[in-house]
């Protein structure tokens, strides 16, 4: 093979890598889109009989860890008189996890921060289709499966 062969064969398995990195990123996005749209969906569910108010919303989100930037995924915000809790999706990629969820409250006396992620590899690492909870500012020790207890405890703080 000659070096100009060469230099075309690089190329081309260039612009093959970049074409399957770019679809592994929108299958990631996707992932995370649906996975979103069931935590929310669960959340609707748990709350069903309860006072708490529930408005979904599709936003735009500006993820500086992907390609493209910009996608729609779906929010949450529970609300209680007053009282706020917003589950906003943040970004895909991140260190040691993937598919952040952002959880703020507002109304309360305490200012409080929580997050979930959709797979979670720092510590005991998360199950598939289970989302960890990462409360307080602790992240490596304070982390654990968000199950409808631990989300009902969350709910409470706006009672």
Do not use: H
């Not at 989100?61 to 995924?73: Q, R």
């Not at 720092?122 to 500012?137: C, K, R, T």
Request: aromatic share 8%; glycine share 6%; proline share 3%.
């Amino acid at each position: 093979m000659s070096s100009k062969e060469d230099l075309i064969n690089a190329f081309n398995k260039s612009a093959s890598d970049k074409e399957i990195g770019e679809k592994r990123t929108n299958d990631d996005i996707k992932e995370f889109q649906e996975q979103v749209r069931g935590l929310i969906n669960t959340m609707v569910e748990w709350l069903e009989g309860t006072p708490v108010k529930i408005e979904r919303s599709e936003s735009i989100i500006n993820d500086v860890t992907t390609a493209p930037k910009t996608y729609s995924i779906e929010s949450v915000v529970l609300s209680n008189d007053n009282k706020r809790i917003t589950f906003s999706p943040t970004a895909l990629y991140l260190m040691g996890s993937r598919g952040e969820v952002e959880i703020k409250y507002t109304g309360i006396n305490r200012n409080l921060k929580c997050n979930l992620y959709m797979r979670d590899s720092i510590g005991s690492a998360s199950e598939p289709g289970v989302w960890s909870l990462v409360d307080g500012n602790d992240r490596r020790n304070n982390r654990r499966p968000f199950t409808q207890d631990v989300f009902y405890e969350l709910v409470t703080r706006i009672a």
